[in-house]
């Protein structure tokens, strides 16, 4: 698992290191260690010059101790944003010989030698600013942000200046790394949505501080999947291992019911339960021939995919109706698609939202009495919308994307962040079979947290293995969980 810390619990983890601290210890270990990455990636690149950006923390005084390093193998200048540095790491970097440049805080136009070290440079090692800047960078960091040609290699200290260390706000003004190198521990910035594109590639290097007990954000690996997923016992038959109400599909959408009740198939749900219109019905027997279909005792529904709430056939209101029905009971659902239309507050059985960006915007703007929201602002900053919604709903909201994010209403429990799929995934269906892949981990006893971050976790590996490297169809997606899954659980044995 992958854990990142708040900013507040990562300051009181280096806070207890005690010596190491204030002897500046840890400042020369994360100096040394930033150092052996910059001089390894630039002869990777056969690089010939490095210009290293200097801010007034200590995220400037990494660099500058780095720079000092680095110049004796490679030309290093130093562009210096102000007065206020560290000084002893501008010493170490003087006396190592490295040229300085200064420009002006406040001034966003560069002067022509700053302008020319930027183009001449084949890495650019980004240390404006660390956690404890604000989002957005202005004045002279933000020219320098601007002036970084895209030839060079960025490599950001602890975080890419102006991103938001917390991950929450939009990335505005921002240096965009190729790759950055934290200290000790991971910090939101580095794996949530928001921020995640200006990280690049993310380099942990331990220093010698101790992991908080609480995470702030966590990130499933294949590692944890033993110890999550619901593996059958000698004594499990088709009602323990878990039974699945799938209200989805209709006429005009029979496809979203045989990939939600696919995916659950093919996930091992102890048995699924169909309720739909007969043409669909028949859809989903023919590809799922032992499904059930009609009402009956389950232990957790999803309801919603390929429901067009919005039309008023007979077919469709007798869905709708269903899936009103299952709300009011006392079950855990999934609510996926169309049936996100009729959450309306919250309800006292365990509840998973799964919107993407567009349908949460939706949600958000009819519940928001006089505010409309747009799916852009939602990609810009999804987990402070994601957040709202859990407010709202006081269920747990997963939020479709390239990064997915698992939200609980438990404040005390981390944000779960997935990021395991290929691009390919972006396909029509790929919700649907999410949907009963959550719906099956849900059944099966799992809470909500896990059963989301888990189910997008095995989606996204087996949109992977679906088809390595090119086009994936929802239904090969689903095909693939099963082996994936195995996969996963065979890896933990050897």
């Known amino acids: 698992m992958i854990r990142a810390f708040d900013i507040p619990a990562v300051r009181a983890a280096e806070a207890a290191t005690g010596e190491a601290l204030t002897s500046g210890d840890l400042m020369q270990r994360a100096a040394n260690a930033l ?6 990636r630039a002869r990777e690149r056969q690089a010939t010059s490095v210009v290293v950006l200097v801010g007034p923390g200590d995220n400037g005084a990494d660099a500058l101790y780095a720079a000092a390093h680095l110049s004796e193998h490679l030309p290093v200048v130093v562009v210096q944003v102000g007065d206020q540095v560290h000084q002893e ?6 006396s190592a010989g490295v040229p300085r440049l200064r420009v002006a805080r406040t001034r966003k136009a ?30 002279a960091m933000a020219g320098l942000a601007e002036a970084i040609p895209e ?7 602890d975080l890419p200046s102006g991103a938001d260390p917390e991950g929450v706000a939009p990335l505005d003004v921002a240096v965009h ?55 059958p016992g000698a004594t499990d038959d088709k009602y323990s291992r878990g039974v699945l109400g799938v209200i989805a599909g209709g006429a005009r959408y029979p496809g979203a019911a045989v990939l939600a009740v696919s995916a659950a198939a093919e996930a091992g749900v102890g048995m699924v339960r169909y309720v739909g219109p007969d043409a669909a019905s028949q859809q989903v027997l023919n590809a799922v021939p032992e499904a ?45 698609a169309g049936a996100l239309d009729l959450i309306e507050g919250p309800r006292e059985a365990p509840t998973l939202l799964t919107p993407h960006a567009g349908e949460l915007a ?7 009495v006089g505010r409309v929201f747009h799916r852009n602002q939602i990609s810009a900053a999804p987990l402070l919308h994601a957040r709202r919604l859990v407010e709202l709903t006081g269920a747990t909201v997963l939020l479709k994307g390239a990064t997915t994010l698992v939200v609980s209403p438990d404040a005390d429990r981390p944000v779960r962040v997935q990021s395991d799929a290929p691009a390919w995934l972006a396909t029509a269906g790929a919700g649907d079979v999410l ?60």
């Open 151 to 157: 030839s060079a290699l960025v490599i950001a200290v």
């Open 177 to 231: 790394a190729d790759e950055t190198v934290t200290f000790g521990l991971a910090k939101p910035v580095h794996v949530l949505p928001a921020t995640r594109p200006a990280v690049g590639r993310l380099t942990v290097v331990d220093i010698g501080v101790e992991e908080p007990a609480a995470a702030a954000v966590e990130q499933l690996t294949g590692a944890d999947v033993p110890a999550l997923w619901p593996v």
């Open 292 to 336: 059930v279909p009609g009402h009956g005792q389950v232990q957790a529904w999803v309801i919603g995919p390929g429901i067009p709430t919005d039309e008023g056939t007979s077919d469709v209101r007798r869905q709708v109706e269903a899936c009103r029905n299952a709300l009011a009971s006392d079950l855990p659902v999934v609510v996926d």
């Open 110 to 139: 560069l002067t022509q030698p700053v302008r020319q070290a930027l183009d001449e440079a084949d890495v650019v090692v980004d240390g404006l600013l660390g956690i404890g800047g604000r989002p957005g960078l202005t004045g």
């Open 435 to 494: 949907a009963g892949l959550v719906g099956t981990l849900v059944a099966a006893g799992l809470d909500l947290l896990d059963a989301g971050s888990l189910a997008a976790l095995v989606h996204g590996l087996a949109a992977h293995h679906a088809n390595p490297g090119g086009p994936v169809r929802a239904l090969g997606v689903a095909r693939a969980i099963p082996w994936t899954v195995a996969d996963l659980l065979g890896a933990s044995a050897t």
């Open 89 to 94: 790491g501008l010493a170490a970097a003087t």
């Open 362 to 368: 939706r949600m958000l703007s009819r519940m928001e």
């Open 35 to 40: 150092a052996v990455v910059v001089l390894a």
